[in-house]
């Protein structure tokens, strides 16, 4: 039998408040019945799922991680037009490829959220993270220097989530 690993009342304090905030929100209200629910499920739910999410994490430089956001926010925006220039033009001619993105990011959460960044990034997708050969394969609709793509995702994505997961100096 695997050992407890929850540690006291908050093993994810940070999921904890959010669940809280999300809940008085939804409710619209400060009544007692819902801030006494709030912390039930502040409480009980981090506690119940821990196993599930594992040990908390600790990200480092919120500058970086504020950075990083806006990053994201932008090429999304862009990739958006890009993508709607490429499905509406009739004379466009898209060049699908795979790109293999060889990473140095260590920290599993971190690997996740670049994942999860490449796929909301429209007209790219995660596809696979190997972990034997340290790299995610990303599928883009229109990429016509595979190389390129690869160093852009590792500068423009990896290397903030190294610092922010990692604490890898800029």
């Not at 540690?7 to 940070?14: E, R, S």
């Not at 033009?89 to 140095?104: G, I, M, N, R």
């Not at 394969?137 to 229109?142: M, S």
Request: proline letters at 7%.
């Amino acid at each position: 039998m695997k050992p407890d690993t929850r540690t006291g009342w908050l093993p994810h304090p940070v999921l904890s408040l959010v669940l809280a905030a999300v809940w008085l929100l939804l409710q619209q209200s400060l009544a007692v019945a819902h801030l006494l629910s709030a912390a039930v499920l502040a409480l009980g739910v981090p506690w119940l799922v821990h196993e599930f999410l594992g040990d908390s994490v600790h990200p480092r430089s919120p500058r970086t991680m504020l950075h990083l956001a806006g990053v994201v926010l932008w090429d999304i925006v862009m990739s958006n037009l890009t993508v709607a220039r490429i499905v509406l033009s009739p004379a466009s001619d898209p060049q699908p490829a795979w790109v293999e993105v060889k990473l140095t990011l260590q920290h599993p959460t971190g690997i996740t959220l670049l994942a999860a960044i490449i796929t909301m990034t429209p007209g790219t997708v995660s596809c696979v993270i190997d972990e034997d050969s340290h790299a995610i394969l990303v599928h883009a609709l229109d990429c016509s220097d595979a190389a390129e793509m690869a160093a852009q995702i590792q500068q423009r994505y990896e290397r903030p989530l190294r610092i922010i997961f990692d604490g890898a100096d800029a």
